[in-house]
Each structure stands twice: as C-alpha cells, then as structure tokens.
C-alpha cells in the first residue's frame, strides 16, 4: 500500500511539471553486480571456501530547476539477491534516501545547499561519493558556494544526533558528531590547484555503567588539510596532493600525512600510459606512543587507490603501520571497449614485527588488477574485472589468512541508467 501512495504521488509530481517547472527529469538506475571473493580484503583463511553473491542497487533520481531554486531527491534500495524469500512482504534494507537537497543560487556567483547531499572533491582521496560501493555516500550538511570563472570556494557545515532529545544523549552513529570544511579551487594558468581545510569532530563514547544524569559529552576534533594540484600538456597529464592531519581522536593526538604523485603519458590516441607513488603515513608496531600516526583518509573512494582488491583504507587498515603504494597504469581504447591493467606493489611504511619481536621485511605484496568496460547501449554499460594479489609473509602477518593460497577477486556489473522522463519549458 506504501509503494502505491508513493507511485501515486510521483504521477502527481510529473502532472505538475507542466504548471509549474522550467526544468525537470528524472532517471532510473539499476545496477547488478555479481562477484567472486577468494580473498578479498585480506588473505582468504586456510580451508575455507570463496564467496559468491550479487548485490544490487535500484536508484531514482528526481531533478527539479526553475529560476534560481534547484532540487535534487533521489530514493535508492540496495540488496543483496536472495536475502530475502520470493515471497516476503517486507524488503530487509528498504528504501533509502541517498540525495534529498535544495539549492538557491542568489546570483552567477552565490548560491547555498541544504540538505542529505554528495560531497566531492578533486581525486576524491578525502571526500567522496564511494560510488563503488551499492549504498555510496551522502551526508546531512548545508553548504556555501562562491564561483567566478577561475575561483570556487566551498564551505560546508554539519551536525548529526540520534534523534529529537530534551537532553544531551550519547551520539552512537558510526560517523563525526559536527564537521566543518573549507574547499577553494583555482586556476593558475595551466595548474588546477586545490586547497582544503576539514574538521571532523568524534564524541569521546562513554562506557556502561552510563551514569545519571548524563556526564559532558566531550567532542575531540581533528583536522585534515592540504592541497590537490593537477595540469596537462597536449600529450600527458600529472598530478600530486599532499595532505595532513592533527588534532585528536578518542582524546589520542593526532599527527600523520598522506603524500602522491602520479603522470600518465598518452603513446597513442588509444593507448595511455602511467606512473605513480602514494606514501601514507603509519607507526610502527616497534613505536609505544599513544599518539595517532596513521593518516586516514575519512570520507574518500577508497576503492579506487591502492588496488581494487581494497586490502587498505576501504573500511580497514586504520591506525597501523601506513602504505608505500608504487604502480604502473595501462589504458586502451577501442570502438565501444575499454581496457586497463594496473599493477601494484605494496610496501609497509612502517616496522612490522613477526611474533618474536623481529622485525620482518617491508614488502607486502604485489596486486594485478585487469578490467574492461563495454558501451552496450545508450543506456547500457557492462563492466567487469579480475584481481589477484601475490602477498608476503608480512601481509599475512598484518591481515592474518593464508598467503599461499591463491588470492583472487572478480567482478562483472551491468550498469543501466535510462532517463524516463524529460521536460524544459
């Protein structure tokens, strides 16, 4: 009955258009994708056997325009198949809402945004949409716009709680209790320079017995900033960032960095080649300070850096010995294909010790990733992948599993996003 109000009420939104929008469309995604795990994110243990499911996402995004106002709402239902009968009555995830803003630009410069929204910036190393991921990533926050033809600053602002209270209660949700940013981008000459300020503030959780009344909830705050630049000439393009953290976390100081430097080469019109190199920062297991050396890159599309396999930053790897990631790029174009071969070499940025107290070598491991893309339709994508990581002892020693099993990972997604529905007056 639920879902039939809702067609309903979106029949009536579309019969409106013509009354009252300048522009309005609205688009329909649904986005399988089957994959093979056999030691995915870490070794796969000795014994046992590699898992098999496809998960899916079905998104509907509305967009609404008309003078200065703008609307985004997107509903979205991720689910694995099968996890739940052919004949439920209820879905496990249910409908989520991914993107629920409103935007009002005050003049070609000024504009604001307010509400559930995507935050993204430059390589999207510390903020981005984690598209690869089913459910992605959005956040509840108002932001500040200011554009002119070279320079575009951002600020942005957030606070989230459980829900309505009369009195202060614990914030339990897995993410920042308040965050604050600053993004100013600019163009000098041939350079795209980016510059960004963060801070993420964490509330100190308190432990059970939760005395009565509720003591101060003490929020300890942690700032991330650096710089993002990139530039091109008619055949190549590179780019590089640097960025620090300080500040506290769960009452710890803070104190880390992430470095990179990347450079693609096109050979041909077809064929592009590159190179690159990211240091993260880490402490080694031989370092008894309580201080946080271990940079994190928060809010970032992890997936896409340091190896599709996501053995580091995709939900892991946080506060441990930190990254050297050397890699090669290969990319080629053909008709409706598209291919790339990307390898990888790891390496620990920190000492790793083995179980007597020794230290181990720093290599953890080599990872291979194949992938290749094809334009069906219009509307249609098909793409897929194939993974395998040669780990180290070391690796074994950080993730646990069982290196000298083969660690593969594969993937094959069909991505179709019709627009159903069009109209501009």
């Known amino acids: 009955m639920k879902m039939f109000q809702k067609m309903i009420l979106g029949v009536v939104l579309i019969a409106s258009v013509n009354a009252f929008a300048q522009e309005f469309d609205a688009n329909l995604q649904i986005k399988p994708r089957y994959e093979f795990r056999n030691g995915y994110r870490a070794p796969i243990p000795y014994g046992e056997a590699p898992a098999q499911f496809i998960n899916s996402r079905a998104r509907l995004n509305l967009n609404f325009k008309q003078d200065q106002f703008v609307t985004k709402f997107t509903m979205q239902n991720v689910r694995i198949w099968g996890d739940v009968a052919p004949n439920t009555k209820s879905d496990v995830n249910g409908i989520q809402i991914f993107e629920a803003w409103a935007q009002y630009n005050f003049n070609e410069k000024w504009s604001t945004r307010i509400g559930r929204q995507v935050i993204s910036y430059d390589n999207q190393r510390i903020l981005g949409e984690a598209d690869w991921a ?18 575009h600053l951002d600020l942005g602002f957030a606070l989230n709680a459980n829900g309505e209270s009369d ?9 920042y209790k308040a965050m604050q940013y600053a993004w100013y981008h600019t163009e000098l000459g041939k350079l795209n320079m980016s510059l960004l300020f963060l801070n993420t503030g964490y509330e100190n959780k ?26 091109k000439g008619k055949s190549w393009d590179g780019n590089l960032w640097f960025y620090g953290q300080t500040g506290k976390n ?13 450079f693609n080469y096109a050979v041909t019109d077809k064929f592009k080649a590159g190179l690159g190199y990211e240091f993260l920062s880490g402490k080694g297991q031989d370092n008894s300070s309580t201080d946080i050396k271990s940079f994190n890159p928060l809010f970032g599309t992890n997936h896409g850096l340091n190896g599709y396999m996501d053995y580091f930053y995709v939900g892991n790897h946080k506060n441990s010995v930190g990254l050297q990631d050397a890699f090669l790029k290969f990319g080629y174009n053909v008709n409706k294909w598209q291919f790339g071969l990307l390898p990888h070499v790891f390496n620990a940025a920190n000492t790793v010790l083995d179980a007597s107290g020794n230290k181990m070598d720093d290599y953890l491991g080599t990872e291979i990733d194949f992938t290749a893309g094809y334009a069906v339709h219009k509307f249609v994508n098909l793409t897929g992948g194939y993974s395998q990581m040669f780990a180290s002892d070391t690796m074994q020693r950080l993730k646990g599993g069982d290196v000298d099993h083969t660690n593969n990972w594969g993937w094959l997604c069909i991505n179709v996003n019709p627009q159903i529905f069009s109209y501009k007056k």
């Open 134 to 151: 089913p459910q992605a990533q959005s956040h509840d926050a108002v932001s500040v716009t200011y554009k002119n033809i070279k320079n």
């Open 206 to 231: 308190l432990t059970a017995p939760i005395p009565t009344p509720t003591p101060e909830l003490k929020v300890d705050y942690m700032q991330t900033f650096g710089t993002y630049m990139n530039t």
């Open 167 to 175: 009195i202060a209660v614990q914030y339990t949700v897995a993410t």
């Open 250 to 262: 769960n009452t710890y100081s803070v104190s880390a960095f992430d470095a990179a430097l990347n």
